[in-house]
């Protein structure tokens, strides 16, 4: 018994052993299926990265080479430049190896450097969702030397300071302290930001740049200090220069980064930003969505890393592991709910983005418009705008766009409202001569963007590039107009135009001869061109008319308001100002803005008397008044006039930081108004950057034309002075005369010598003193005192400006004229056409102007109709060249331009070193005769001179085509050499060794050709020619003397 209870308890002992082996078998096998049925998804995806790890592993070599240069390389470069090394250059010299290197055939730099994760949670911290930007991220993030962002529009360094936070250190060139903040943060590890850098860096800086290590590369030079250098320790660099020129050591020691906007990461921002205005409720969800999706994409990545975290981290028996089994169950689980609501939030991502879609032609246009105000720096360096400003404009014109039912004629009234108030926030802060460049480039652009017009008619109304070698058969044509009208004969759009004005000379003749020949219908088939071949016919026919006709085109295609030229009111742009937004007066002769700042201050309070209004005119030591009065006044919410900044050089800079730094938790009512005379040439311009963008522009230049001065002169004055004096008829009428005679004199001064002798301020203040005269005059008298008015007006209020003896009788003759009795008759003529008004009102009086004032013409101003052809020539010459220059080169070549821009400048080298003679032997010519006359020692001079010139072409040719084969490093002046070709410009290294001309470079090297075969005439024998072309010689003086 004993023996069979132990065999039994034996055996039962043996069945519990094998249940719980049974038991613990099925719950490995239990978990082994959960195991494996958690991670049969994986299989796919794991499979799928296993195949991609094997083709990845053939090509590591090539694509980290290709990352690791685009890291090093691209980053200075737009986009089609980064994509063009990357795919048409250094793929394609790797492939061309005799042992090729493997690459991946698409790589994507940006792949290789980051995932979606990281790049999802850049987006959150505020980097631009376009390609470009997270570019720029991944060469910020992983770069070895020191980033030095390029970041005129900001949206770099806002991404910065977001992602670092409170971690960064920010500092400015120059500003207290900043050195001890650099050491502080080298020493602890910290990351430090340098803004706003200028083209030049402090030399303190260098040995950091460099990273010029000492004592076995632990300790570094700051300042005059040696310091630990800790390896966690960083350096970004940032400027708002948009086209910096850094040394090339700077070049060497930093890894430059384009974070320029793009034309399209832009319109994706000002799409969201309309959206946002127009249906927050959609904007709302799709910022919400857009930060879901990103945290989804983070969460998934961190699970799955989690997920591969615990199976490589288990022990050898893992099936055992229930809890891991659980955890991985439960993170499987959590994923699969995620790609759920992935797939719902992409489903509702591309509702959402089907209804911001209708808003898409705002963002476009509204696109363009910032890139063509940002391209007017070109014309003048004061046109400095900033995309933050642009903003504000944007957003004030969707809030004032009138409300519409339905979405399609809302988004033409945003498009035509955001258009306009561009028009009129860009042109008040442009002179008057550039007002007309704008309109015209962004009616161009317009049309482009539209494709109304082509690119290559419109490129070749800009360059007009003609050869006079035509005689003109027809007596109302000049051989410049007949060689132009011979040259578009030969293109498909005008073949046929020299016979059809041969065949019909009187009508063509009744157009070339009209007065307003842009008002003129053309004769036969040629009236059914488009505008821009209109444009172009007129710019051979009547050069001189061209400013006239391209205001006409304008109008036609924009509307009248475009081209009106009415002064904007000071309230309404003081009203747009505000503490980070001063208002900036760019200065003209004889006018004073700085009175309307303090007339609107008397209506709101703000005086010199009451405290509120500190007016420093600048210079003479006036800076530290300057600084104490802004600091006051940023606290206290008063107004700071600061006159004549231009004066003060050497402060700019620390004014544009005081700026900076008073707009920073101020009082809303606190304001700055500046003023500075414009520079004499871009290279004298010293405002800086920061303190013209976020201005605003005002220039208080009188307008061009009768009809425009005429109403500005009008609107000096309004209703209640209208109504102010008792004689009411005799005061209006008088005003209004008054109003005419000033636009004469102004207008006059743009006829040069035939308008006045000398140059003259006249001003509105001339003009709003004798107004006031002539209503107290007629107060006090009984009758109209002609005499006495006609002296106060021309001796003192107008001729007080004259110094001419000439043009003192001229104003004279001018009142005389203009102030008579006569002019209460209603059959008075003003001018030619053009009688005197009847009793109307101030609105009345606009628009008589309007309907009753005759063309412009020089009869006006009492001049002859020829009188402004030569400088309505030379006006509308200079109109076109400045277009040509803004057009940028990939949109003058077209989409389908068989050239690039390097190979178009290309071909015109060939062609120039083609024709250019051999310099002339010196020795050999002058061992022809051993006299040594005047006129031989002329041709000895000429001959010499014109050798320099073609040495200097030659070798500046021969340079820019090392460049442009990639045999040598493009400098700036080989640069500049090539957009003078590609813009038909006389390199400025060619002028200063040639003559003084107008020309454009084709006409002007033909002309240089013609010299040369003077010079040869004259050097076969050295005899006087018996005809010399004194023009054409480089010193004519030399000759005659």
């Given at each position: 018994?004993?023996?069979?209870?132990?065999?039994f308890?034996?055996?039962?002992?043996?069945?519990?052993?094998?249940?719980?082996?049974?038991?613990?078998?099925?719950?490995?096998?239990?978990?082994?299926?959960?195991?494996?049925?958690?991670?049969?998804?994986?299989?796919?995806?794991?499979?799928?990265s296993?195949?991609?790890?094997?083709?990845?592993?053939?090509?590591?070599?090539?694509?980290?080479?290709?990352?690791?240069?685009?890291?090093?390389?691209?980053?200075?470069?737009?986009?089609?430049?980064?994509?063009?090394?990357?795919?048409?250059?250094?793929?394609?010299?790797?492939?061309?190896?005799?042992?090729?290197?493997?690459?991946?055939?698409?790589?994507?730099?940006?792949?290789?450097?980051?995932?979606?994760?990281?790049?999802?949670?850049?987006?959150?911290?505020?980097?631009?969702?376009?390609?470009?930007?997270?570019?720029?991220?991944?060469?910020?993030?992983?770069?070895?030397?020191?980033?030095?962002?390029?970041?005129p529009?900001?949206?770099?360094?806002?991404?910065?300071?977001?992602?670092?936070?409170?971690?960064?250190?920010?500092?400015?060139?120059?500003?207290r302290?900043?050195?001890?903040?650099i050491?502080?943060?080298?020493?602890?590890?910290?990351?430090?930001?340098?803004e706003?850098?200028?083209?030049?860096?402090d030399?303190?800086?260098?040995?950091l740049?460099?990273?010029?290590?000492?004592?076995?590369?632990?300790?570094?030079?700051?300042?005059?200090?040696?310091?630990?250098?800790?390896?966690?320790?960083?350096?970004?660099?940032?400027?708002?220069l948009?086209?910096?020129?850094?040394?090339?050591?700077?070049?060497?020691?930093?890894?430059?980064?384009?974070?320029?906007?793009?034309?399209?990461?832009?319109?994706?921002?000002?799409?969201?930003?309309?959206?946002?205005?127009?249906?927050?409720?959609?904007?709302?969800?799709?910022?919400?969505?857009?930060?879901?999706?990103?945290?989804?994409?983070?969460?998934?990545?961190?699970?799955?890393?989690?997920?591969l975290?615990?199976?490589?981290?288990?022990?050898?028996?893992?099936?055992?592991?229930?809890?891991?089994?659980?955890?991985?169950?439960?993170?499987?689980h959590?994923?699969?709910?995620?790609e759920?609501?992935?797939?719902?939030?992409?489903?509702?991502?591309?509702?959402?983005?089907?209804?911001?879609?209708?808003?898409?032609?705002?963002?476009?246009?509204?696109?363009?418009?910032?890139?063509?105000?940002?391209?007017?720096?070109?014309?003048?360096?004061?046109?400095?705008?900033?995309?933050?400003?642009?903003?504000?404009?944007?957003?004030?014109?969707?809030?004032?766009?009138?409300?519409?039912?339905?979405?399609?004629?809302?988004?033409?009234?945003?498009?035509?409202?955001?258009?306009?108030?561009?028009?009129?926030?860009?042109?008040?802060?442009?002179?008057?001569?550039?007002?007309?460049?704008?309109?015209?480039?962004?009616?161009?652009?317009?049309l482009?963007?539209?494709?109304?017009?082509?690119?290559?008619?419109?490129?070749?109304?800009?360059?007009?590039?003609?050869?006079?070698?035509?005689?003109?058969?027809?007596?109302?044509?000049?051989?410049?107009?007949?060689?132009?009208?011979?040259?578009?004969?030969?293109?498909?759009?005008?073949?046929?135009?020299?016979?059809?004005?041969?065949?019909?000379?009187?009508?063509?003749?009744?157009?070339?001869?009209?007065?307003?020949?842009?008002?003129?219908?053309?004769?036969?088939?040629?009236?059914?061109?488009?505008?821009?071949?209109?444009?172009?016919?007129?710019?051979?026919?009547r050069?001189d008319?061209?400013?006239?006709?391209?205001?006409?085109?304008?109008?036609?295609?924009?509307?009248?308001?475009?081209?009106?030229?009415?002064?904007?009111?000071?309230?309404?742009?003081?009203?747009?100002?505000?503490?980070?937004?001063?208002?900036?007066?760019?200065?003209?002769?004889?006018?004073?803005?700085?009175?309307?700042?303090?007339?609107?201050?008397?209506?709101?309070?703000?005086?010199?008397d009451?405290?509120?209004?500190?007016?420093?005119?600048?210079?003479?030591?006036?800076?530290?008044?300057?600084?104490?009065?802004?600091?006051?006044?940023?606290?206290e919410?008063?107004w700071?006039?600061?006159?004549?900044?231009?004066?003060?050089?050497?402060?700019?800079?620390?004014?544009?930081?005081?700026?900076?730094?008073?707009?920073?938790?101020?009082?809303?009512?606190?304001?700055?108004?500046?003023?500075?005379?414009?520079?004499?040439?871009?290279?004298?311009?010293?405002?800086?950057?920061?303190?013209?963008?976020?201005?605003?522009?005002?220039?208080?230049?009188?307008?061009?034309g009768?009809?425009?001065?005429?109403h500005?002169?009008?609107?000096n004055?309004?209703?209640?002075?209208?109504?102010?004096?008792?004689?009411?008829?005799?005061f209006?009428?008088?005003?209004?005369?008054?109003?005419?005679?000033?636009?004469?004199?102004?207008?006059?001064?743009?006829?040069?010598?035939?308008?006045?002798?000398?140059?003259?301020?006249?001003?509105?203040?001339?003009?709003?003193?004798?107004?006031?005269?002539?209503?107290n005059?007629?107060e006090?008298?009984?009758?109209?005192p002609?005499?006495?008015?006609?002296?106060?007006?021309?001796?003192?209020?107008?001729?007080?400006?004259?110094?001419?003896?000439?043009?003192?009788?001229?104003?004279?003759?001018?009142?005389?004229?203009?102030?008579?009795?006569?002019?209460?008759?209603?059959?008075?003529?003003?001018?030619?056409?053009?009688?005197?008004?009847?009793?109307?009102?101030?609105?009345?009086?606009?628009?008589?102007?309007?309907?009753?004032?005759?063309?412009?013409s020089?009869?006006?101003?009492?001049?002859?109709?020829?009188?402004?052809?030569?400088?309505?020539?030379?006006?509308?010459?200079?109109?076109f060249?400045?277009?040509?220059?803004?057009?940028?080169?990939?949109?003058?070549?077209?989409?389908?331009?068989?050239?690039?821009l390097?190979?178009?400048?290309?071909?015109?080298?060939?062609?120039?070193l083609?024709?250019?003679?051999?310099?002339?032997?010196?020795?050999?010519?002058?061992?022809?005769?051993?006299?040594?006359?005047?006129?031989?020692?002329?041709?000895?001079?000429?001959?010499?001179?014109?050798?320099?010139?073609?040495?200097?072409?030659?070798?500046?040719?021969?340079?820019?085509?090392?460049?442009?084969?990639?045999?040598?490093?493009?400098?700036?002046?080989?640069?500049?050499?090539?957009?003078?070709?590609?813009?038909?410009?006389?390199?400025?290294?060619?002028?200063?060794?040639?003559?003084?001309?107008?020309?454009?470079?084709?006409?002007?090297?033909?002309?240089?050709?013609?010299?040369?075969?003077?010079?040869?005439?004259?050097?076969?024998?050295?005899?006087?020619?018996?005809?010399?072309?004194?023009?054409?010689?480089?010193?004519?003086?030399?000759?005659?003397?």
């Open positions: 018994l004993e023996t069979l209870t132990t065999e308890e034996k055996a039962t002992a043996e069945k519990l052993g094998f249940q719980e082996e049974v038991n613990h078998t099925n719950k490995t096998i239990e978990l082994a299926n959960r195991l494996v049925k958690g991670l049969e998804s994986e299989n796919v995806r794991w499979a799928h296993v195949a991609q790890y094997h083709d990845q592993e053939a090509t590591l070599c090539g694509d980290v080479l290709l990352t690791a240069a685009f890291i090093s390389y691209a980053g200075s470069f737009s986009k089609k430049y980064r994509r063009e090394l990357l795919e048409n250059l250094w793929m394609p010299f790797l492939r061309s190896q005799k042992t090729p290197i493997p690459m991946m055939g698409d790589l994507d730099p940006v792949s290789m450097l980051t995932d979606g994760a990281t790049v999802a949670q850049w987006n959150n911290e505020g980097l631009p969702g376009d390609k470009m930007s997270t570019q720029n991220a991944s060469i910020l993030i992983n770069c070895e030397r020191w980033p030095l962002l390029i970041d529009q900001l949206q770099g360094i806002k991404w910065i300071k977001s992602r670092y936070g409170n971690a960064l250190k920010v500092v400015s060139q120059g500003q302290g900043y050195v001890d903040v050491e502080q943060a080298v020493v602890a590890g910290d990351i430090v930001l340098i706003n850098l200028e083209e030049t860096i030399p303190i800086t260098d040995p740049l460099g990273r010029h290590t000492i004592k076995k590369g632990s300790c570094i030079k700051v300042g005059d200090k040696e310091c630990f250098f800790h390896p966690s320790f960083r350096l970004i660099l940032h400027t708002k948009a086209n910096p020129h850094y040394k090339p050591e700077i070049q060497a020691q930093t890894t430059l980064i384009n974070f320029t906007v793009t034309r399209d990461g832009l319109e994706d921002q000002l799409l969201a930003q309309v959206v946002n205005q127009e249906r927050p409720d959609l904007e709302h969800l799709k910022s919400e969505l857009t930060k879901q999706q990103n945290m989804f994409k983070i969460e998934l990545k961190l699970l799955e890393d989690e997920l975290t615990r199976l490589s981290a288990a022990e050898s028996n893992f099936l055992g592991d229930t809890v891991l089994v659980e955890k991985l169950e439960s993170t499987k959590t994923a699969a709910e995620i759920l609501k992935v797939l719902e939030a992409k489903i509702n991502e591309v509702k959402i983005n089907e209804a911001r879609e209708h808003y898409r032609p705002v963002a476009v246009r509204a696109s363009l418009l910032y890139f063509i105000m940002n391209d007017l720096n070109k014309i003048n360096p004061m046109y400095q705008f900033s995309l933050k400003a642009f903003n504000i404009v944007f957003h004030k014109a969707v809030e004032m766009a009138e409300v519409c039912e339905d979405v399609k004629s809302r988004v033409n009234t945003l498009i035509d409202c955001v258009t306009y108030s561009t028009f009129n926030y860009i042109s008040r802060g442009l002179f008057e001569r550039d007002k007309l460049t704008f309109t015209a480039q962004l009616t161009f652009q317009l482009l963007m539209s494709k109304e017009i082509d690119v290559r008619e419109l490129d070749f109304l800009l360059r007009f590039n003609i050869d006079h070698n035509y005689v003109s058969p027809l007596d109302f044509l000049s051989n410049s107009a007949w060689s132009a009208i011979k040259v578009m004969s030969f293109t498909d759009e005008f073949r046929g135009l020299d016979r059809d004005i041969e065949g019909s000379p009187k009508r063509w003749k009744k157009l070339v001869e009209s007065e307003c020949p842009e008002k003129e219908k053309f004769p036969q088939e040629w009236k059914g061109k488009s505008s821009l071949q209109k444009l172009i016919i007129m710019r051979a026919l050069p008319r061209m400013t006239y006709a391209l205001r006409n085109f304008v109008e036609e295609k924009l509307g009248v308001k475009y081209t009106e030229g009415r002064k904007s009111e000071f309230a309404k742009s003081f009203r747009e100002s505000g503490p980070a937004f001063p208002v900036f007066f760019i200065l003209s002769p004889g006018v004073d803005p700085l009175k309307d700042v303090e007339s609107l201050g008397r209506k709101l309070g703000f005086t010199i009451l405290g509120k209004l500190h007016n420093v005119s600048l210079g003479q030591g006036q800076e530290s008044v300057a600084e104490v009065a802004m600091e006051k006044a940023s606290k919410g008063h700071v006039i600061l006159q004549n900044i231009h004066l003060v050089a050497r402060w700019l800079g620390a004014l544009e930081k005081l700026l900076e730094r008073c707009c920073e938790n101020t009082h809303p009512d606190y304001r700055v108004f500046m003023s500075a005379e414009p520079a004499a040439s871009p290279k004298e311009h010293i405002i800086p950057q920061g303190i013209l963008e976020n201005a605003i522009k005002i220039t208080n230049e009188p307008p061009t009768m009809h425009a001065n005429l500005a002169a009008l609107d004055f309004d209703q209640d002075i209208l109504d102010q004096c008792s004689r009411e008829q005799e209006k009428t008088i005003l209004f005369s008054l109003c005419y005679f000033h636009a004469c004199v102004a207008e006059r001064r743009k006829f040069g010598p035939q308008g006045w002798n000398r140059k003259y301020p006249f001003n509105t203040g001339d003009l709003t003193i004798s107004v006031n005269v002539l209503y005059y007629l006090a008298n009984t009758q109209v002609w005499e006495d008015l006609r002296y106060l007006f021309g001796e003192i209020m107008y001729g007080g400006h004259i110094t001419d003896d000439w043009d003192r009788r001229l104003c004279r003759t001018y009142l005389e004229e203009y102030m008579q009795p006569n002019q209460f008759d209603r059959k008075f003529a003003l001018g030619t056409g053009f009688l005197v008004p009847s009793n109307l009102d101030y609105k009345g009086y606009h628009d008589f102007i309007d309907e009753m004032l005759p063309h412009e020089p009869v006006h101003y009492g001049l002859h109709p020829n009188a402004e052809i030569e400088f309505l020539t030379v006006t509308s010459d200079s109109l060249h400045t277009l040509l220059e803004l057009q940028s080169p990939d949109a003058v070549m077209g989409d389908g331009a068989s050239q690039t390097e190979e178009k400048v290309k071909t015109i080298l060939d062609e120039i083609e024709k250019l003679p051999e310099e002339y032997n010196m020795s050999d010519i002058t061992s022809k005769t051993a006299e040594r006359s005047p006129y031989i020692l002329v041709c000895f001079q000429e001959c010499e001179r014109m050798n320099m010139l073609i040495s200097e072409i030659r070798r500046s040719l021969r340079e820019l085509d090392l460049g442009l084969k990639g045999e040598l490093a493009m400098s700036s002046e080989m640069e500049k050499l090539q957009a003078a070709l590609f813009f038909d410009n006389v390199p400025d290294t060619w002028t200063r060794l040639a003559y003084p001309s107008t020309y454009s470079l084709a006409i002007w090297y033909n002309d240089v050709m013609q010299r040369c075969k003077e010079l040869d005439s004259w050097t076969q024998d050295l005899s006087l020619p018996c005809v010399v072309w004194l023009s054409g010689l480089f010193n004519p003086q030399s000759f005659l003397t």
